[in-house]
């Protein structure tokens, strides 16, 4: 299968820091890339699609200015948490498509960590 | 709208046991996909197997197979002769037409014991 990263695997950042986020496809053009946000022992819940060279397209209740998605290009897509609090702290987690493809292929997540 | 309802927070199987984990789906469109991925400790999203909602067999993969029911809207995961590496949690997700997004059911965690 396609393989997708995700770098850093682990973030301990300041209150009131940004922090950001890199998702990659290593051996696909993503046309698509997916944000979710995962918490302690809850499913994922779905905060952006972004496609790229276009605007993402935030889930509601998601704040598009607190956390900035960039897709520039057909392999690499970050996520900008800006201004982070401890409530931010959770488990982000990218996914990307191909074109025409049918599977989304997760990256290993992020574990991110406000003090 | 759609939804995904897995009602088993949590399942216990003796290795080498088959254990079904449940998964219903809700959705008013006739062209959908439903996915099943593994998630360990670890974190990272594994996938495990998709059924088409065209599709006339039920998916298998190796130990994994989908028991599609589309009258009763149900798609459940049977895993056969269970593994202690089997231990993660389970989701159960479904795409509309399109290909947009993925919709996740709350995940069932499933613990095999020796």
């Known amino acids: 299968g396609a393989v997708v990263s995700q770098h850093p695997s682990r973030v301990i950042c300041k209150s009131g820091t940004s922090v950001k986020i890199e998702c990659r496809s290593l051996?696909?053009?993503?046309?698509?890339m997916f944000w979710y946000r995962q918490f302690p022992k809850q499913s994922l819940m779905l905060m952006a699609t972004?496609?790229?060279?276009?605007?993402?397209?935030?889930e509601q209740g998601v704040e598009k200015d607190k956390f900035l998605i960039n897709h520039a290009s057909l392999t690499l897509s970050t996520l900008t948490v800006t201004s982070a609090h401890p409530e931010d702290s959770s488990f982000y987690i990218c996914?990307?498509?191909?074109?025409?493809?049918?599977?989304?292929?997760f990256g290993p997540g992020t574990r991110l960590t406000v003090t | 709208a759609q939804k995904i309802t897995q009602t088993q927070p949590g399942m216990f199987v003796q290795e080498k046991e088959a254990v079904t984990l449940d998964c219903t789906y809700d959705?008013?469109?006739?062209?959908?996909?439903l996915f099943w991925y593994k998630q360990p400790s670890s974190g990272e999203m594994i996938f495990l197997i998709y059924?088409?909602?065209?599709?006339?067999q039920n998916a298998t993969e190796g130990r994994y197979s989908l028991n599609f029911q589309k009258a009763r809207k149900s798609a459940n995961l049977v895993i056969s002769a269970s593994q202690l590496g089997d231990s993660a949690m389970y989701f159960c997700a479904l795409r509309n037409s399109g290909y947009s997004t993925l919709t996740f059911g709350k995940g069932t965690m499933l613990l095999v014991s020796p």
């Open positions: 051996d696909f053009q993503a046309t698509t």
């Open positions: 959705t008013s469109d006739q062209s959908y996909g």
């Open positions: 996914s990307a498509r191909g074109g025409g493809g049918r599977e989304q292929y």
């Open positions: 972004s496609n790229e060279g276009s605007k993402a397209t935030y």
């Open positions: 059924q088409g909602s065209y599709d006339e």
